[in-house]
């Protein structure tokens, strides 16, 4: 089991920043470690999508619509962290952290982000 703890979620204006971190956490025992983290977000009427994810080894990937914009990253195994520069109203959403063990996705409840024109 997997737990995550989101935080840094807010309303902020077009142009602006903010930072979204996530503490994972897992029961001990657990033989596998978590291998990938990252953010996705879902808009409302929309799917969810991917923001950002980085692995272990430090290989990230981004959205073509954050790139340059966004920068994620991982200080150990376990805290991630998203900063999100030049924000824009499009950027509107829920965003879940995001854990992966093996090939089993763990979320996390989500925190909201608005961004006013």
């Known amino acids: 089991q997997v737990q995550l703890v989101e935080s840094g979620g807010g309303l902020v204006q077009a142009g602006g920043s903010l930072r979204l971190s996530c503490a994972a956490s897992q029961a001990s025992g657990n033989k596998f470690g978590i291998n990938t983290l990252g953010w996705y977000r879902q808009a409302p009427g929309k799917q969810r999508e991917l923001v950002a994810t980085?692995?272990?080894?430090?290989?990230t990937n981004y959205a073509d619509s954050v790139k340059d914009r966004f920068t994620l990253s991982r200080d150990n195994a376990k805290n991630v962290y998203l900063q999100m520069n030049n924000l824009k109203p499009e950027d509107t959403a829920v965003y879940y952290c995001?854990?992966?063990?093996?090939?089993?996705?763990?979320w996390g409840q989500g925190t909201q982000v608005t961004v006013s024109s």
């Open positions: 995001y854990a992966r063990v093996l090939f089993i996705g763990h």
């Open positions: 980085i692995t272990t080894g430090g290989s």
